[in-house]
C-alpha cells in the first residue's frame, strides 16, 4: 500500500472479514485493518479515527446502512470524498455496478469463493495501491 | 474490464503515446487503446452517441487547451460520462496536482516513469488490476 494508514474494511459477514484479515496476513500488508459492520459503523469510524485509512474495501449489501447508502454520504463530505473506495462483493448486479461507479469509487471486484483465487486479488489490489499516490 | 472494452489514453506527447502503444503489445493487452490529444479532443469522443465509450480513461495532465484537470472537472459532472473511471498518468508529482486529481474523483494516480522497462511495469499493474475489475455493461 502506498500509505501507513489503515484500510478500512465495511463487511457485515464475519467469515469474509476474517478472510481479508488472513489475506492481508499472507501477503504481509502491514497496514493496520479496521473492520466495521456496515456504512453507519463506518462513518463512526471515520469521524472517530486519528488517521484517515488510505483505502476502504466496500461490501455492498449490508443491514442498516448498505454500500450505496455509504458512499453517498462519504463523497458527499469534503473531508472524506478523497478516500478511493474498492468495492469487494457478491453482488454481479448492473444497477449496484453502475450505481457505484456513478458515485465514484476506483474498482469494482467480486469476491472469489476459493481462498487462493481471494489471495491473488487482494495483491493485485495491493500492487495497484502501492503503485498509485494516496490521496492526502 | 472485458478483452472488447476500448481503453482511453489522453495523452499529448508523441514519444509517451509511442511508449503506450509499444508497452499495449509488449504485454499482450488485449483492449483496443484509443489517444486523444488532449481534453477536448477526449471530450469531442465521448461526447459523440455513436462512438463506443471506452472502459478505462488513462489521463496525462499537462496538455494544451484542455488539461487534464479541465477534462476530468467536465466530464465527472455529465450523468452520461460520469462513471467512466480514469487512472492519472503523469510526471507531474506535484501534491496540490494528487490532491485536486482525487478531488475529482481519479481511481488511481500513477507518477509515470521515465525508463521505458518501469512504464512498462506500470502499465502491467494497471492493466492487471483494470482486468479483474468489473464494469458496467457500457450502452
Not at chain 1, 449490508?62 to 446502512?65: A, K, L, N, S
Given at each position: 500500500m502506498n500509505s501507513n494508514n489503515p484500510i478500512l474494511l465495511v463487511e457485515d459477514d464475519q467469515v469474509d472479514a476474517m478472510t481479508v484479515e488472513r489475506a492481508f496476513r499472507d501477503l504481509e500488508i502491514n497496514n493496520e485493518l479496521i473492520h466495521a459492520v456496515n456504512g453507519l459503523d463506518a462513518l463512526d469510524h471515520l469521524r472517530d479515527g486519528s488517521k484517515e485509512p488510505s483505502l476502504i474495501l466496500l461490501d455492498i449489501n449490508?443491514?442498516?446502512?448498505n454500500g450505496i447508502e455509504f458512499l453517498r454520504e462519504l463523497k458527499s463530505n469534503d473531508r472524506f470524498k478523497r478516500i478511493p473506495v474498492v468495492v469487494l462483493t457478491t453482488s454481479n448486479d448492473q444497477k449496484d455496478k453502475f450505481e457505484t461507479y456513478d458515485l465514484g469509487i476506483s474498482g469494482y471486484m467480486l469476491k472469489p469463493i476459493d481462498y487462493q483465487a481471494f489471495v491473488s486479488l487482494m495483491r493485485e489490489i495491493n500492487n495497484y495501491w502501492t503503485l498509485s499516490e494516496a490521496p492526502n | 474490464m472485458r478483452k472488447t472494452d476500448i481503453i482511453l489514453l489522453v495523452e499529448d506527447d508523441e514519444v509517451d503515446i509511442l511508449s503506450a502503444h509499444r508497452a499495449f503489445k509488449e504485454l499482450d493487452i488485449p483492449n483496443p487503446l484509443v489517444v486523444m490529444k488532449n481534453g477536448e479532443e477526449a471530450l469531442k469522443m465521448l461526447r459523440n452517441k455513436d462512438a463506443q465509450l471506452p472502459a478505462l480513461i488513462i489521463l496525462d495532465l499537462n496538455?494544451?487547451?484542455?488539461n487534464g484537470l479541465e477534462f476530468l472537472k467536465t466530464y465527472k459532472r455529465d450523468a452520461r460520462l460520469r462513471w467512466i473511471p480514469s487512472v492519472v498518468l503523469t510526471t507531474s508529482a506535484n501534491l496540490n496536482d494528487i490532491t485536486k486529481a482525487f478531488d475529482h474523483q481519479v481511481a488511481g494516480y500513477i507518477v509515470k516513469p521515465l525508463d521505458f522497462h518501469e512504464f512498462k511495469v506500470a502499465i502491467q499493474k494497471i492493466f492487471d488490476y483494470w482486468r479483474l475489475c468489473e464494469l458496467p455493461e457500457i450502452p
Open positions: 449490508m443491514p442498516r446502512m | 496538455m494544451p487547451k484542455v
